[in-house]
């Protein structure tokens, strides 16, 4: 009886680690995030490690992850970068830029929300 209750207390246990440490990955990465920039296609911050004490300078790149589909910033592809200008961020988590429209003519102004898709994972920017 004593090898069940602590097989099962420790399933528990298990699962509530996993729980806590997935609940560093559902973005929102500007929650724990400070000094927040944005430099071409690259975002830098400042994030949180997983000790929440410790911060830590971190980027990614977010061309692989974001598209320009005919003026607007879409997570539906990628290469964004190549047909934006004046990219920047509006507010701590919301990207915006100018980007060409299909006709190749004319830009939009258009914004994405970062937090969507970008966690910070141990004090590390990550997509997901």
């Known amino acids: 009886?004593?090898?069940?209750?602590?097989?099962?207390?420790?399933?528990?246990?298990?699962?509530?680690?996993?729980?806590?440490?997935?609940?560093?990955?559902?973005?929102?990465?500007?929650?724990?995030?400070?000094?927040?920039?944005?430099?071409?296609?690259t975002l830098t911050a400042d994030c949180e490690k997983a000790d929440g004490y410790t911060l830590s300078t971190t980027s990614i790149d977010l061309n692989p992850y974001i598209a320009n589909l005919d003026g607007t910033l879409s997570w539906d592809g990628d290469k964004f970068a190549l047909t934006c200008n004046n990219v920047g961020l509006a507010g701590k988590s919301r990207l915006r830029a100018e980007c060409e429209r299909a006709d190749g003519e004319t830009y939009l102004g258009t914004y994405i929300n970062l937090d969507e898709h970008v966690a910070n994972i141990d004090g590390k920017l990550k997509f997901e």
């Not at 990465?29 to 920039?37: K, P, R, V």
């Open 1 to 41: 009886m004593l090898k069940i209750c602590v097989t099962f207390l420790c399933a528990i246990f298990l699962s509530f680690n996993l729980a806590i440490a997935n609940a560093w990955a559902t973005g929102q990465f500007s929650q724990t995030c400070e000094n927040i920039t944005v430099e071409g296609s």
